[in-house]
């Protein structure tokens, strides 16, 4: 089931894609990652819904920037709605983004699903970053999970085993599920021991999964420097921390000898995906 109601047949599928700074967005990993992704295709604003009240300023503090002729300007947390310039026929790209709420999040929840089933949302795709002792010179691993029994029938997507606190992406999920909606998020999982933004290698294997999973071309190669230099990086910090070098020469000979190390299949999952979407339209 999808949230677009009274839609046309005709229209392009259109998907959804969320990501919170804060507890579920390690490195900034997933926040980035939408950045990017409007910034290259460009972004035009949409009309979401009132968020100050979802803020605690205690928590989420306002930012103050000054100017040179000693002004200023306080930038206030706020959720940004905005729908990216594909100018493709099949697909329409929203994005939802901005601090996770601290505040009346079932409200907060409430609103989203309005606002998606007003957009005609047929897809929602979560983006989230947790720290995991993983080594940084091998692909990083990325988890697709789901509570809806449709998307769980695609190959590579998993059913939710996590127990415990939960932030925004979590109690999205859940409601998403709840409600029948079309949804699954996507966890990259980074070192821990190199915690601090920027991470474009992170960056890229969320990228990657979006443009495989909703069939359209992202800016993955803009990455391959970048990459490459927080790669080096990485090196010289192991360079002089002989303890760490250690303890991450053992995280590499562990993710070898698993060969179910979850690392993200690209061609099966674009496959299984397509074949899921054509499902949609079709039925």
Not at 60 to 79: A, C, H, L, Q, Y
Not at 85 to 109: A, V
Not at 165 to 180: F, K, N, S, Y
Request: with cysteine; charged share 20%; net charge negative.
């Amino acid at each position: 089931m999808s949230a677009r109601q009274g839609i046309p047949d005709d229209k392009p599928l259109t998907a959804l894609l969320i990501a919170f700074e804060g507890w579920n967005d390690a490195g900034e990993a997933s926040t980035e990652t939408l950045r990017l992704i409007s910034s290259h295709y460009g972004a035009s604003p949409l009309s979401g819904f009132e968020t100050s009240d979802y803020f605690s300023y205690l928590n989420t503090r306002p930012m103050f920037e000054s100017f040179s002729d000693g002004t200023g300007t306080v930038r206030w947390p706020t959720i940004t709605f905005s729908e990216v310039n594909l100018k493709s026929p099949e697909r329409r790209l929203l994005i939802i983004t901005g601090p996770e709420p601290s505040l009346r999040w079932q409200s907060f929840i409430d609103n989203i699903f309005n606002f998606a089933q007003e957009q005609g949302v047929d897809l929602i795709l979560q983006c989230g970053a947790l720290l995991d002792e993983v080594p940084h010179s091998r692909p990083f691993p990325l988890n697709i999970t789901s509570m809806n029994p449709d998307v769980l029938a695609v190959e590579g997507v998993e059913k939710v085993t996590y127990s415990g606190p939960t932030g925004m992406i979590g109690v999205t999920a859940h409601e998403a599920a709840q409600r029948g909606l079309t949804a699954a998020s996507l966890w990259v999982s980074i070192p821990h021991y190199i915690s601090h933004p920027p991470h474009p290698k992170a960056v890229f294997t969320l990228m990657s999964a979006l443009e495989s999973m909703l069939g359209i071309s992202l800016p993955v190669d803009q990455l391959a420097e970048d990459i490459l230099a927080w790669e080096r990086g990485a090196t010289e910090l192991l360079e002089e921390e002989p303890e760490l070098r250690s303890y991450v020469q053992q995280l590499e000979s562990s993710a070898e000898a698993e060969d179910d190390l979850a690392t993200f299949d690209h061609v099966d999952i674009a496959a299984e995906f397509e074949k899921f979407l054509k499902r949609r339209d079709d039925s």
